[in-house]
């Protein structure tokens, strides 16, 4: 009665929790893609996305991406091996226990000849699942104490979630290891299926129980008659055998087993494994309940991030789809802190503590404002200020192992601050420098020298720079911002190989005013790609660095 009364109440929080998390995807949207719609607006273009999916061919690539990158995790493994045998340890081992363990009657009894958990192979996979999860625990651990990135990030719920495998994974073992020493199961498994507990006869099948299977009896039954032996013997492989394996295929419970021997006695008395039954599916249960509100969710939601991702794509996508799919992508962040671990301005945190600046906390930051948990002025401006750090070098969307296209996603929070009045560092000093240049400004802020430009100007101002380039627009192809827009021409004034074309011909008051200029990620994509080793984004930020200090001359 109480085991199902705690089943029943979980199955109820985890259904609640779960509907929680779709209402919410369908109601909560990042930055202003898209007309606002109703829940269930959205909720109805979800299906008829889905619905069009599944009877396209974008199926195959839906299902190829459920089973390579949802299942076998072939991104993480491409990055990064231990990780990604942790991942899998712990993923499988725990699917495949929640098949033919918890949901043996259902699952192993219809798909095999299955006789009792405690026949064979049973007692042995159930084993070696449970140790695949520990192995997997262990490894995860050893990642979060020794890398300083991923130590560094690790939250309550991270260790929560450890603890809570942990505690499932050895109760389960300690209560198996008990069950195997008690003296009260035996006669309790006498009682069931033989109906004879107090028959003289049974004394020779206790001492085979004793010698084969563990058991420690009070009473010692190691002399008993030939005659008992054969009769216990006969009546132990008709009606035990084929129910019970020898307990030693359960290799890690009767080694637990064995170390409770000198105390068994106590513990069948105790019946002391009822207390070890009741932590072990409590935990199951809160476990169940907990596993919405939590960061194992991404068990649910990494695959869906995944599929959603390999699928879609901003430009044809339904706008209100590309929402519902990026709040999901908050939920499906599993907090491994790779994004952050790979960051190229992560070092940048090391003489400002601004938590925000790593990518993973930055989406911890994002999710809680999104979904209307209140942030402090000055968390805002922590955020702001770890979104103005960002290059948009595409190396944390890369790593992301359940695909978060976290490069959008920082295009969005760009877009979220600015409903709030916080439009950005690099923002803020471009609308400062836009009024520095104003005709009635002019003569306090800016000291005219050769070709139009302020002073403080070197590697724009030389010949050689610009001497190499031959406009073959590679710097403008391989430009993120660029990518951005449909007509870029139309918001950027000028494209970076125009730029550096002005340049090249001393027009560098119209490079100056491009707001390319401000709008330049600095990822160095550009000048990574120049085929002639121009340098391309450092004659950017050289620009910029000008225009933001004739911004803050003009604001005195």
């Known amino acids: 009665m109480f085991f199902n009364a705690c089943l029943t109440v979980s199955l109820i929080i985890f259904a609640g929790g779960l509907i929680y998390r779709i209402v919410a995807w369908h109601r909560f949207r990042i930055g202003e893609t898209g007309p606002a719609l109703a829940p269930g607006q959205r909720l109805s273009s979800s299906l008829n996305g889905l619905v069009r999916t599944v009877f396209s061919a974008k199926i195959g690539r839906l299902i190829g991406s459920f089973l390579l990158d949802g299942i076998l995790q072939r991104r993480i493994l491409k990055k990064d091996f231990l990780r990604w045998l942790a991942h899998l340890l712990i993923y499988g081992g725990f699917t495949l ?43 995860a651990v050893i990642r979060r104490c020794t890398s300083p990135t991923v130590k560094l990030t690790t939250n309550a719920m991270d260790v929560y979630a450890i603890i809570l ?138 695959p869906l991030s995944l599929m959603a991702n390999a699928v879609m794509d901003k430009k044809s996508s339904d706008p209100a789809n590309w929402n519902t799919k990026q709040i999901m992508e908050l939920d499906a962040c599993t907090h491994c802190a790779a994004c952050s671990t790979h960051c190229s301005v992560g070092v940048h945190f090391k003489t400002n503590p601004n938590r925000t600046i790593l990518p993973s906390e930055k989406l911890a930051a994002l999710h809680k404002m999104v979904v209307g948990s209140r942030l402090h002025t000055s968390e805002l401006k922590a955020l702001e200020e770890g979104q103005s750090t960002c290059t948009a070098c595409f190396r944390c969307t890369t790593v992301c192992p359940v695909g978060i296209n976290l490069q959008e996603m920082w ?30 400004r002019a003569a306090e802020t800016v000291t005219p020298s050769a070709g139009g430009l302020t ?63 401000w709008n330049c990620l600095t990822c160095y994509h550009c000048q990574e790609a120049c085929p002639q080793g121009v340098r391309v984004a450092d004659v950017l930020y050289e620009l910029r660095n000008l225009s933001a200090g004739q911004g803050r001359t003009g604001r005195a």
């Open 97 to 139: 226990l929640l098949l033919f363990h918890a949901l043996d009657k259902f699952v192993t009894a219809n798909l095999f000849a299955y006789e009792a958990a405690t026949a064979a192979p049973w007692l042995f996979l159930r084993n070696l699942f449970g140790v695949l999860v520990l192995v997997g625990v262990l490894l």
């Open 165 to 302: 495998m942990i505690v499932i994974m050895v109760s389960g073992f300690v209560l198996e290891g008990m069950k195997i020493v008690s003296e009260s199961k035996f006669d309790e498994m006498v009682e069931n299926y033989s109906g004879h507990e107090d028959d003289p006869d049974l004394n020779g099948l206790r001492a085979i129980w004793a010698k084969d299977y563990g058991v420690v009896f009070a009473e010692k039954w190691d002399e008993v008659s030939e005659e008992a032996r054969e009769l216990a013997l006969d009546n132990h492989q008709t009606n035990c055998m084929p129910c019970h394996a020898k307990p030693q295929t359960a290799f890690l419970s009767y080694a637990v087993s064995r170390a409770f021997k000198s105390a068994a006695v106590g513990i069948s008395q105790a019946r002391s494994f009822d207390i070890a039954w009741y932590i072990h599916w409590l935990a199951c249960f809160i476990g169940l309940a907990y596993l919405p509100f939590s960061k194992m969710f991404h068990l649910i939601t990494g």
């Open 455 to 517: 002073t403080g100007l070197g590697l724009a101002a030389r010949t050689e720079s610009f001497s190499e380039c031959y406009s073959c627009q590679t710097c403008t192809n391989v430009c993120p911002v660029v990518a951005q827009f449909d007509e870029p021409k139309e918001k950027l004034d000028l494209l970076p190989h125009q730029i550096m074309y002005s340049l090249s011909l001393g027009l560098n008051q119209e490079a100056l005013g491009a707001s390319m200029v």
């Open 411 to 440: 295009f969005s929070l760009k877009e979220e601050l600015a409903k709030r009045s916080l439009p950005g560092t690099f923002v803020t000093l471009r609308e400062e420098a836009r009024r520095a240049a104003e005709p009635s």
